[in-house]
């Protein structure tokens, strides 16, 4: 679940792979999504684990345990893009800025993408399973993630050397 910054819309996910973004103040819900595959696909695979709304652009997320991530208009409905992992998606977070989007999958690796263009901007690795959360600095620069391989990690983006 995600709450706008601006406290109106609120967006869920499902198992069902569907997820949706609601106007808090009229009960209504603004626009829907399915993180399902065109054809086959259950709803083990096709559940929407992570969902966020942009803090600067008119923008809604889906990441599901497919590996799937995709990025809607939320005034249209449409699909901007659809971005394949290897692994499914457990967590997501915007960058305050609003083009930046962080996913963390069961394949150990947290991934930053550009929500302008649909590509891959870095790859986080080290763990050698599952990331079970991650959380964001304000500023992007520090990246924390936590695996079921007990450990946590810091990413440092501004020195990755450290």
């Keep these: 679940m995600d709450c706008h ?3 109106v819309l609120v967006m869920s996910g499902a198992t069902d792979g569907t997820a949706r973004v609601w106007n808090s103040a009229a009960g209504k819900c603004v626009s829907g999504y399915s993180a399902g595959p065109e054809t086959g696909g259950d709803e083990d695979t096709n559940s929407v684990e992570a969902v966020g ?3 600067s652009q008119p923008l809604a997320a889906v ?5 799937t991530l995709g990025v809607y208009d939320i005034p249209t409905g449409v699909q901007r893009h659809k971005c394949s992992h290897p692994g499914g998606i457990v967590r997501l977070q915007w960058a305050e800025s609003g083009y930046l989007l962080y996913t963390s999958c069961l394949d150990g ?3 930053i993408w550009d929500s ?4 891959t901007v870095k790859q986080l690795s080290g763990h050698s399973e599952e990331i079970l959360d991650m959380a964001v600095s304000r500023d992007g620069n520090i990246v924390l993630t936590s695996s079921g391989d007990n450990t946590a990690r810091v990413f440092n983006l501004q020195k990755p050397e450290r």
Excluded at 116 to 119: D, K
């Design 53 to 55: 709304l942009s803090r």
């Design 5 to 7: 910054h601006d406290n």
């Design 109 to 111: 690796v947290t991934r």
């Design 63 to 67: 990441g599901s345990l497919n590996g």
């Design 116 to 119: 302008r263009t649909g590509a």
